[in-house]
């Protein structure tokens, strides 16, 4: 790697081909040459989409076999590999780090059922990155083995609600969604998907990824973190009751209508565990009546102490939504 895109890294924590092409005097398609370069020989990834694409340093990796793991054990070699850049580390950032990465490295060891467990750190003054993989049998087919569910995208719907966990008897089911809600961006890709949390613009995104062996967690937080653990639990809990969910309608049909009481059903699985839940209709332009009643209705009369909250409403959703909750009210005379 030369000294330019050496520089470059160092003052910014990225570079992009214009920034290069500009430190080089080169054109934008030889910076290009140069980034993919050094992508091919593991110095670099790429960030984004296009326009927007950046190249990061790949921070050395640990490695750690999984069988007899404990993540206390895995967090003291990182804070041992990292102890300089760590020491700067505030008492936010050093508890938001805690968290989110032995939450991670305890899901890789108790539900990968791979071999061996790899975390990636990066520490920079403005920002910290975090990377956990394991060569398991994905995220997202143990979900959809655990709760039944048709493919890897409803698992990975699923995992947004919260209590979701193949391991009753050690795991609440509330490590993912904490985490994701703690950090500023959350990535979890696995089984050729990858979910997407990024609470800067307070958006969840389920799409198709290049298909690998296992389980890939990024994540980052800027310096100083806008959030704490505690704002994020307090959030989502009551009495220290995780109590609060925000299912994502738009994820269970990827942007298409909803018109079925079986759609409906696959929404509300595993709901029931909750006192609170925001329905949120963003991006979806219509439901059909049977939908509506299913969840406004139906499933709010077999639970009469949950709360229903429905938020982001187009019009044509916002009539059928009430006009359940209309005959739940008042339902017809006998």
Not at 1 to 13: F, Q, V
Not at 141 to 162: C, F, M, W
Not at 197 to 202: K, L, S
Request: aromatic share 8%; with cysteine.
């Amino acid at each position: 790697m030369n000294k330019a895109l050496d520089d470059l890294l160092r003052e910014h924590g990225y570079v992009t081909a214009p920034m290069l092409a500009a430190a080089l005097r080169v054109t934008r398609q030889a910076a290009h040459r140069r980034l993919a370069a050094a992508v091919h020989a593991g110095d670099l990834r790429p960030e984004g989409e296009a326009r927007a694409r950046r190249y990061l340093r790949v921070a050395p990796r640990l490695s750690f076999a999984r069988a007899g793991l404990d993540e206390d054990r895995a967090l003291a070699d990182v804070r041992a590999r990292h102890a300089t850049p760590m020491a700067d580390f505030t008492d936010t950032e050093e508890r938001l780090f805690a968290y989110a990465f032995c939450e991670m490295v305890n899901n890789a060891i108790d539900h990968s059922y791979g071999q061996r467990v790899e975390v990636c750190v990066a520490i920079r003054a403005d920002m910290v990155e975090l990377e956990v993989v394991d060569d398991g049998i994905g995220a997202f087919a143990s979900v959809q083995a655990g709760r039944g569910v048709a493919d890897a995208i409803e698992a990975a719907a699923e995992l947004t609600k919260g209590k979701v966990t193949t391991m009753p008897s050690r795991h609440t089911g509330e490590g993912v969604f904490f985490t994701s809600k703690a950090v500023d961006r959350f990535e979890l890709a696995a089984n050729g998907v990858e979910l997407v949390v990024d609470n800067d613009v307070d958006d969840v995104l389920i799409r198709n990824a290049p298909a690998a062996p296992g389980t890939r967690v990024r994540m980052r937080f800027r310096r100083p973190p806008p959030r704490t653990l505690q704002s994020v639990f307090a959030a989502w809990t009551d009495e220290f009751e995780f109590s609060r969910t925000r299912t994502v309608v738009k994820l269970f049909g990827l942007g298409r209508d909803f018109v079925s009481r079986s759609e409906a059903r696959r929404l509300l699985q595993g709901l029931d565990a909750f006192r609170e839940i925001v329905v949120d209709f963003q991006g979806v332009d219509g439901v059909g009546q049977a939908f509506a009643d299913e969840v406004f209705r139906v499933f709010a009369q077999q639970h009469p102490a949950i709360r229903l909250m429905p938020v982001n409403m187009a019009s044509p959703v916002r009539f059928f939504v009430e006009r359940a909750e209309r005959a739940r009210l008042s339902p017809p005379a006998n």
